[in-house]
């Protein structure tokens, strides 16, 4: 069985998450897609997110309908910070006679040093599906000199270009601006219902 790992905050999951998600499931041969959702990313200490039952809620609406999209609690269910190595260690728990694929964005291949223990990360997974993105170069033999073994384990993923960026939705719904067709029409109803994103800067709750 082949898992893809989807890591994110999904604040909110729009229709650029699917599309990539659905490449990766076709391209990689995947069985699976795990959506993990992260409810305290490291990377984003300081900035002001949903709360995670909000987006656990946004999520469930949006994989509804596909089966071979699953949501992984594995981040929900112990205290962060959330590091990738610890969540791939659970992971293979899990899923023992699993091989595990993480899917990561090009920009984030890049920076792959800078992430908590990436050698480790690196010996742990089968592979890294890579997402291309424009203005993401990635030099792989300057990467394999920090990260040894990296280069035999990435996995380029075609897919369209979407420019859309949940930072970019919520942007758009604090300053009035159209966003609705950015989102699942599951996604955009809890989004109007919740009554999300109406100011950056303040923290969102259910109501």
């Known amino acids: 069985m082949r898992i893809g790992i989807f890591g994110g905050t999904f604040d909110p999951p729009h229709i650029g998450h699917l599309i990539l998600a659905a490449e990766a499931l076709d391209q990689l041969k995947l069985d699976q897609v795990l959506w993990t959702l992260t409810a305290d990313p490291p990377h984003k200490q300081g ?94 033999d300057l990467l394999a000199r920090d990260i040894p073994g990296i280069t035999a384990k990435v996995q380029f993923i075609d897919t369209p270009l979407v420019e859309i960026s949940a930072s970019q939705i919520r942007q758009r719904a604090a300053a009035g601006q159209p966003y609705r067709y950015f989102l699942p029409p599951q996604v955009f109803t809890l989004v109007k219902a919740f009554d999300l994103y109406r100011s950056v800067g303040t923290k969102t709750v259910v109501k």
């Open 47 to 140: 900035q002001t997110i949903s709360v995670v039952e909000t987006r656990f809620q946004l999520l469930q609406a949006a994989l509804a309908d596909n089966p071979a999209f699953q949501i992984s609690q594995v981040e929900m269910d112990r205290p962060g910070p959330h590091y990738a190595v610890d969540t791939v260690r659970i992971l293979q728990g899990q899923y023992p006679l699993a091989e595990l694929i993480y899917l990561i964005g090009g920009d984030s291949l890049r920076d792959l040093v800078t992430w908590h223990t990436p050698r480790t990360l690196t010996a742990l997974v089968a592979g890294f599906g890579v997402m291309r993105r424009p203005g993401a170069d990635i030099d792989l």
